[in-house]
T-cell receptor, first 113, second 119 residues
Framework: DGGITQSPKYLFRKEGQNVTLSCEQN?????MYWYRQDPGQGLRLIYY???????QKGDIAEGYSVSREKKESFPLTVTSAQKNPTAFYLC????????????FGEGSRLTVL | AQKITQTQPGMFVQEKEAVTLDCTYD???????LFWYKQPSSGEMIFLIY??????QNATEGRYSLNFQKARKSANLVISASQLGDSAMYFC????????????????FGKGTKLSVKP
């Protein structure tokens, strides 16, 4: 079935460690996104990518990095520079950047101990 | 700057009854699109319905309808005949569009409303 797969679903890390969240899609979508969701808050855009080897910062990119080496993959690295990394992270894709009908993965919950 | 406001942090509805989830938006741009997404406890966001600012009629998708009042800048979601499976978080979102309907920027989300359906 077509869709977006995020892994791991739950992740724990110690302070000062980098961690990479995986996002893979088989929808043949050009655009991919990473959002952060905190309790009681809406989604905030971290990074997005329109095409392979190209990506742009969203509203809260500080402390995060991404790569887009393949169309179907858009991994997110939460670096030690991110001051408050404990959150729920959602990956999404769409036919083209900016369209509102996004297809989301099931999310990854990161907890920093 | 654009903004989406959802004033109801939580709502309860009896099974089989209708419920309205409120959403107001703020933009000076005349061309935009409005969306509703559902987020069950599994975490995945599910697209429900879309309304364009120039659409003459309110959008409907099965049991979901969008009560679009442009002058009031509101885009309330109406769920008819609520089911237990409707219990979830619901997010309103907006995207700006060009005059020709292409998108500008990215989706802006509200903080969400948690809907609980009682049996």
């Amino acid at each position: 079935d077509g869709g977006i797969t995020q892994s791991p679903k739950y992740l724990f890390r110690k302070e000062g460690q980098n961690v990479t969240l995986s996002c893979e899609q088989n929808l043949n979508h050009d655009a991919m996104y990473w959002y952060r969701q905190d309790p009681g808050q809406g989604l905030r855009l971290i990074y997005y990518s329109q095409i392979v080897n190209d990506f742009q910062k969203g509203d809260i990119a500080e402390g995060y990095s991404v790569s887009r080496e393949k169309k179907e993959s858009f991994p997110l690295t939460v670096t030690s520079a991110q001051k408050n990394p404990t959150a729920f992270y959602l990956c999404a894709s769409s036919d083209e950047v900016g369209t509102g009908e996004l297809f989301f993965g099931e999310g990854s919950r990161l907890t920093v101990l | 700057a654009q903004k989406i406001t959802q004033t109801q942090p939580g709502m309860f509805v009896q099974e089989k009854e209708a419920v309205t989830l409120d959403c107001t938006y703020d933009t000076s741009d005349p061309s935009y699109g409005l969306f509703w997404y559902k987020q069950p406890s599994s975490g995945e966001m599910i697209f429900l319905i879309y309304q364009g600012s120039y659409d003459q009629q309110n959008a409907t998708e099965g049991r979901y309808s969008l009560n679009f009042q442009k002058a009031r800048k509101s885009a309330n979601l109406v769920i008819s005949a609520s089911q237990l499976g409707d219990s979830a978080m619901y997010f309103c979102a907006m995207i700006l569009l060009t005059y020709y309907g292409g998108s500008q920027g990215n989706l802006i989300f509200g903080k969400g409303t948690k809907l609980s359906v009682k049996p």
